[in-house]
Nanobody, 129 residues
Framework: QVQLVESGGGLVQAGGSLRLTCAAS????????MAWFRQAPGREREFVAR???????????DYADAVKGRFSILRHNAKKTVELEMNSLKPEDMAVYYC???????????????????WGQGTQVTVSS
């Protein structure tokens, strides 16, 4: 079971930026699919971004429509971390952000929460208007 620890959340004004980091304990991090989800109060957990392992050192990124062009998912295999760079933040981005992981090649798009079996504890992002 891989351990995931998120950090970097906090309070930011609308239009500002934050960078979240997820640190993984797993030695074979490079073979993991990594993702970020978020959950606002009273809402379902929703997909934000993911880095899908295609094979060798090839990864495919995908983003939710709501964050395309503003957020970037960055993975650093040597450090066993994945980051979520968030720019032009909006009040509707406010949520608890979770890091998720699943090992190996997977045929699905990996944009659903049930695709992942390892989760971090979450980090709060608050955006003031």
């Amino acid at each position: 079971q891989v351990q995931l620890v998120e950090s970097g959340g906090g309070l930011v004004q609308a239009g500002g930026s934050l960078r979240l980091t997820c640190a993984a304990s797993e030695f074979t991090f490079s073979t993991y699919n990594m993702a970020w989800f978020r959950q606002a109060p009273g809402r379902e957990r929703e997909f934000v971004a993911r880095s899908k392992w295609i094979g060798s050192n090839i990864y495919s990124s995908d983003y939710a429509d709501a964050v395309k062009g503003r957020f970037s998912i960055l993975r650093h295999n040597a450090k066993k971390t994945v980051e979520l760079e968030m720019n032009s933040l909006k009040p509707e981005d406010m949520a608890v952000y979770y890091c998720a992981a699943r090992v190996g090649r997977v045929g699905s798009d990996l944009i659903d929460a049930f695709d992942y079996d390892n989760w971090g504890q979450g980090t709060q992002v608050t955006v003031s208007s």
